[in-house]
C-alpha cells in the first residue's frame, strides 16, 4: 500500500518536490520503486512474514512502512508540529519528506516548523556504515580520547559539512580539550591577576558564535582562544573576590557547549545535560 504524493494538500513547510527529487536521483536506493506508480511515492503498509511483526490490517497481515511509524511516534508523543526535527543528510529524502506529507494530509499541519540536517562522518572518503565496515566504534575512540576530547574533535566541523575521520587529528583535538580544562582549573588555584569580567566576555563571543548558524568550531576555538591568553597572562589565578562570578561563567559556558570547564566533578546542569 503506498501514499500516493501527488494526493497530499499544498504546504510550504518542506522544500518543493523539484528539490527531493535531485535527492531521489541522488540515491534511487532510498526510493520504493518496485511497485509505485510515481517515484515520490513511499510505502504506508507492507506484508510482512516471521520473524519480522506483523498484524491484521484490511490489506493482510503485515507491518507499517518506516515513514508512518516515525510519524505515529511523534503524533503520539510529541505536540505537532514540532520546533525543531533532525538528522542526517540522507534523510531528507524520503524519510522527512515523507513525514511532512503524512501529516499534512492527515492533520493539515506542518510535521516541523524547522528542520536541521548534518553532513556525514567519513572514513576513508566513504559514508562511515555498518555494510561497508569502516565504522569507528564508539568503544574503540573512547579507549584512545576522553569523551569530552572527542566531542571537541567531532563539533569542530560545522554541522553543514562533511567530516573525514581522522585518528591524529581527534588526539590533537583531545590535547587541546585537556589543556583548556586545566588552565581553567588553574584559576581556582590561588589569587593572581585574571578578572572574571575576561570569562564574562569571552562567554558572550562563544554565544554570539554558537547564534550564527550552531557554529561549534567558531565557539571551540574562541574557548581554545581565551586559554591561552590565561596562561599568557601572568599570574593565572583569579582575582580576589571573584571565584563566584567566575563559577557562575564557567558554569554557563558548561551548560552552552556541553563541556565540563569547572573544576571538580561538575559540567553541564543535570537538567540541560538530560534535554541533549
Known amino acids: 500500500l503506498y501514499f500516493r504524493a501527488s494526493s497530499a494538500p499544498p504546504g510550504r513547510d518542506f522544500p518543493a518536490a523539484e528539490l527531493l527529487a535531485e535527492h531521489a536521483v541522488a540515491d534511487p536506493a532510498g526510493l520504493d520503486t518496485t511497485e509505485a506508480d510515481n517515484p515520490l511515492d513511499f510505502v504506508l503498509w507492507k506484508p510482512s512474514e516471521p520473524p519480522a511483526p506483523s498484524w491484521a490490517s484490511p490489506w493482510g497481515r503485515g507491518m507499517p512502512g518506516w515513514h508512518i511509524e516515525c510519524f505515529a511516534m511523534a503524533d503520539r ?13 540522507d534523510l531528507v529524502f524520503p524519510h522527512h519528506y515523507a513525514e511532512t506529507l503524512l501529516c499534512r494530509a492527515l492533520t493539515g499541519r506542518a510535521f516541523s516548523r524547522r528542520f536541521l540536517h548534518g553532513a556525514f562522518v567519513t572514513r576513508g572518503e566513504r559514508k562511515m556504515s555498518k555494510s561497508l565496515g569502516n565504522l569507528v566504534l564508539l568503544s574503540d575512540a573512547l579507549t584512545e580520547l576522553t569523551p569530552w576530547g572527542l566531542r571537541w574533535y567531532l563539533w569542530g566541523t560545522g554541522y553543514r559539512d562533511r567530516l573525514e575521520y581522522d585518528p591524529r587529528k ?9 589543556e583548556t580544562q586545566r588552565t581553567f582549573a588553574r584559576l581556582f588555584q590561588g589569587e593572581g591577576d585574571w578578572p572574571a569580567q575576561a570569562l564574562t566576555d569571552g562567554r558572550r563571543e562563544i554565544q554570539a558564535r ?5 557554529d561549534f568550531g567558531g565557539a571551540l576555538q574562541r574557548l581554545a582562544a581565551l586559554s591561552q591568553e ?3 597572562g601572568g599570574r593565572p589565578g583569579l582575582r580576589r573576590g571573584e571565584r563566584g562570578k567566575a563559577r ?11 563541556l565540563p570547564l569547572l573544576p571538580g566533578p561538575s559540567g553541564p546542569s543535570p537538567a540541560k545535560k538530560s534535554r541533549r
Open 210 to 214: 554558537m547564534a550564527q548558524d550552531l
Open 77 to 89: 508523543y510529541l505536540t505537532l508540529p514540532m520546533d525543531l526535527h533532525g538528522g542526517g543528510l
Open 170 to 178: 581527534a588526539h590533537r583535538a583531545d590535547l587541546t580539550w585537556k
Open 248 to 258: 557562575k561563567e564557567l558554569r554557563a559556558l558548561s551548560d552552552l557547549l556541553g
Open 230 to 232: 590565561i596562561r599568557a
